[in-house]
């Protein structure tokens, strides 16, 4: 921990105080100069929030936690500095698969001091290229690196806001509160790490979808889509995943349910077409076994792995997955429930978890109200809204993909982030949901 200590003085805040100024005023300008009032001034409020979280996270690892493996990262972000001031063209470490940058980096002895084994996913050392990205701008600082991410993931953030936003206008004021404050999601999105990254990426790929939707600038938007699918396909693959499967799911049904209203042989085509589909699925659920097995062995060995390494502390199970089919489908609506919804009040073992246990028992009493009140108007909404389709099939790709291989309360809510969002839109448009009729009769009282 005294080494950490070393990573921050006190000058380093004045010239954070600078660098928020700078930061507030080149994103207000360079990125919302034609937004409106309304707009500017959630800006501020928000920028305001990320730059104390950024902080806050930033004292955290230092005096709480005493480790981190965004300090890790900070510390690549060194080396690749180093190696650049040495020789210009080993720039090229930017764009080369991580194994090339390890083999260089084992020639530079008082480098090889400096890095982890962490480095060693391509996904980590996209983290560690951003921060070496930040790097030079921060002055080599720890706690302005830690900003550069909070900073990038602000205008991120901001961008899914407008896209969904602009979507559903008459519900702005509680979709910020839905997108951009909730607690766990502000604070593990304002730091050193590929869940800040993420929120930047999937934020942005939302926004430049949206203005391809209002056919401005489709080429470069389109490109600049692609760039940040892959890029959040980079970070965290199985959001990418959990995204794409979605979309799928959400546009076969929707052809099955144009084709069924077509005529009586189009049914009788679809008919046929999912009995044989189905007859020949479940035929040949051998095929999938491999997978499976693969997948319930990773769940198992995390479990062992998590528990291991941090004993009760705030390590879980929720026992052995059974390596087969049924088993997994046994396991899944638990680890929705788990990635969602814990940890839960009584399973609080540290005060830094209390803010999490609230949340999530909030979202889930208005998950369980909406739900209840709004029950008879859930597949109309389904039906007419594309988005929310898509969201509620990514939240619960999404938790079974997380829920099933996350046995750590204090990784799963950082895990979980990029998902909340969405599911928080979904809470809200459901919950001020009201059918034609019903807005028609209040118009003509």
């Known amino acids: 921990m005294e080494n950490l200590r070393e990573l921050i003085s006190q000058g380093d805040y004045f010239i954070l105080f600078a660098y928020a100024i700078l930061g507030y005023f080149g994103v207000k300008y360079f990125f919302f100069r034609h937004t409106s009032k309304n707009f500017k001034k959630l800006l501020a409020i928000f920028f305001t929030f990320k730059i104390a979280c950024a902080v806050l996270m930033t004292l955290l690892i230092i005096y709480y936690w005493g480790v981190s493996d965004n300090v890790a990262y900070f510390n690549e972000a060194g080396n690749i500095t180093k190696l650049i001031k040495r020789d210009f063209w080993n720039i090229r470490y930017f764009f080369l698969p991580v194994e090339y940058y390890k083999d260089r980096l084992a020639l530079e002895p008082d480098l090889m001091t400096n890095t982890s084994n962490i480095i060693g996913l391509e996904s980590n050392f996209i983290v560690a290229k951003f921060c070496a990205l930040f790097y030079p701008l921060a002055l080599g600082k720890y706690l302005l690196v830690n900003f550069f991410f909070a900073l990038f993931a602000c205008v991120g953030q901001l961008k899914m806001y407008l896209a969904i936003s602009n979507r559903y206008p008459q519900q702005k004021k509680k979709l910020a509160i839905g ?11 304002s730091y050193i790490n590929k869940e800040t990254l993420c929120m930047a990426f999937i934020g942005f790929a939302l926004y430049y979808f949206y203005r391809i939707q209002k056919r401005e600038k489709i080429v470069q938007h389109g490109f600049l889509l692609l760039l940040n699918l892959l890029l959040i396909g980079m970070v965290k693959y199985y959001v990418l995943v959990a995204f794409a499967a979605a979309l799928l799911l959400v546009y076969l049904l929707k052809l099955i349910y144009f084709l069924w209203k077509k005529s009586f042989f189009s049914r009788i085509f679809i008919i046929v077409t999912l009995v044989v589909s189905g007859y020949f699925f479940f035929s040949n659920l051998s095929f999938f076994d491999k997978y499976i097995v693969d997948f319930a062995d990773t769940s198992n060995l995390f479990q062992k792995g998590y528990n ?20 997994l489908l046994q396991k899944m609506p638990l680890g929705i429930f788990t990635t969602y919804f814990r940890p839960q009040l009584w399973e609080v073992n540290k005060p830094i978890m209390v803010i999490s246990a609230l949340e999530s028992f909030i979202i889930l009493v208005l998950l369980c109200w909406t739900l209840f009140i709004k029950r008879k108007y859930l597949r109309t909404l389904l039906k007419k809204d594309a ?5 509620l099939y990514y939240i619960l790709i999404f938790g079974v993909i997380v829920g099933l291989t996350t046995f750590n309360f204090g990784t799963l809510v950082r895990y979980k982030i990029p998902a909340v969002p969405f599911l928080l839109v979904f809470i809200i448009m459901l919950s001020t949901y009201v059918p034609e009729d019903k807005k028609q009769l209040k118009e003509n009282r």
């Open 308 to 327: 291991a390494d941090y004993g009760e502390t705030t390590s879980f199970e929720f026992g052995e997955i059974e390596t087969s089919f049924s088993g």
């Open 179 to 189: 997108i951009l404050f909730i607690p766990n999601v502000l604070l593990y999105s």
């Open 387 to 391: 988005f929310l389709n898509i969201s």
